[in-house]
């Protein structure tokens, strides 16, 4: 299992975030996305996640995102800076609902793993943020994914579960899973390799195939 991304390039209303990226992630390995505040992290997150247009190619597994979208998405779990949980359902609720959504991996990995045995009818809108992230973090273990994206994660988590947590991506890697990880702190993984991103001037043509684009330029 690879991810392979070649030459991309993201704009958000008509201003170019980043260009010419290209790097591929093999199953087992974690890799840090890095840069400033404004150079595209979470934008590229989420135009791999297939949430945005991007110029360029990205391949997971062989199968191009701009050519079997759904299929590419099933094999990705993103994480980002919300938590993507219902507050009006326990946190046993929200956990078994994603557990039927992806019929992937295990609800009792997932309660083990973010220590939730403890607040599991707890109505998710009763819980701390940290409690808030665990519960959405949780969503990845029983997604079953290969490939999870992860924006900021350990934000709210306090240093014992962030340390759990970094534990929590070395046993997806080693069970041949791969993780894409924006983050500012060390989060303690074994010699992870780096992207950096720094932030791009604005270009001065727009692509002429997106009319969205052009006219936000005008």
């Given at each position: 299992?690879?991810?392979?991304v070649?030459n991309?390039?993201?704009?958000?209303t008509?201003?170019?975030i980043?260009?010419?990226?290209?790097?591929?992630?093999?199953?087992?390995?974690?890799?840090?996305?890095?840069?400033?505040?404004?150079?595209?992290?979470?934008?590229m997150l989420?135009?791999?996640?297939g949430?945005l247009p991007?110029?360029g190619?990205?391949?997971?597994?062989g199968?191009?995102?701009?050519k079997?979208?759904d299929g590419?998405?099933e094999?990705?779990?993103?994480?980002g800076h919300l938590d993507?949980?219902?507050?009006?359902l326990t946190?046993?609720?929200?956990?078994?609902?994603?557990?039927?959504?992806f019929?992937?991996?295990?609800?009792?990995?997932?309660?083990?793993?973010?220590?939730?045995?403890?607040i599991?009818d707890r109505?998710?809108?009763a819980?701390?943020a940290?409690?808030?992230r665990?519960?959405?973090?949780?969503?990845l273990?029983?997604?079953?994914?290969?490939l999870w994206?992860?924006?900021e994660p350990t934000?709210?988590?306090?240093?014992?579960?962030?340390?759990?947590?970094?534990?929590?991506?070395?046993?997806?890697?080693a069970?041949?899973g791969m993780?894409?990880?924006?983050?500012?702190i060390?989060?303690?993984?074994?010699?992870?390799r780096?992207i950096?991103?720094?932030?791009?001037?604005?270009?001065?043509?727009?692509?002429?195939?997106?009319?969205?684009?052009s006219?936000a330029?005008?």
């Amino acid at each position: 299992m690879t991810l392979t991304v070649s030459n991309l390039a993201c704009f958000r209303t008509g201003r170019l975030i980043f260009s010419d990226q290209s790097f591929t992630i093999d199953a087992g390995e974690a890799v840090m996305l890095r840069g400033p505040n404004g150079s595209g992290k979470s934008t590229m997150l989420r135009a791999l996640a297939g949430m945005l247009p991007f110029e360029g190619d990205v391949v997971l597994n062989g199968v191009p995102l701009g050519k079997d979208h759904d299929g590419v998405q099933e094999q990705i779990a993103y994480a980002g800076h919300l938590d993507a949980i219902k507050p009006q359902l326990t946190v046993g609720e929200n956990l078994t609902f994603w557990a039927r959504l992806f019929e992937g991996g295990s609800i009792d990995d997932a309660v083990e793993q973010f220590a939730l045995a403890e607040i599991w009818d707890r109505p998710a809108h009763a819980c701390s943020a940290g409690q808030k992230r665990r519960l959405g973090l949780a969503r990845l273990v029983v997604s079953g994914r290969v490939l999870w994206l992860l924006d900021e994660p350990t934000v709210s988590l306090d240093v014992e579960t962030t340390a759990r947590f970094a534990g929590i991506i070395k046993a997806h890697c080693a069970g041949g899973g791969m993780a894409l990880i924006a983050t500012h702190i060390d989060l303690g993984l074994d010699t992870p390799r780096e992207i950096m991103l720094d932030p791009n001037v604005v270009r001065k043509s727009i692509p002429s195939n997106d009319p969205f684009l052009s006219e936000a330029w005008e």
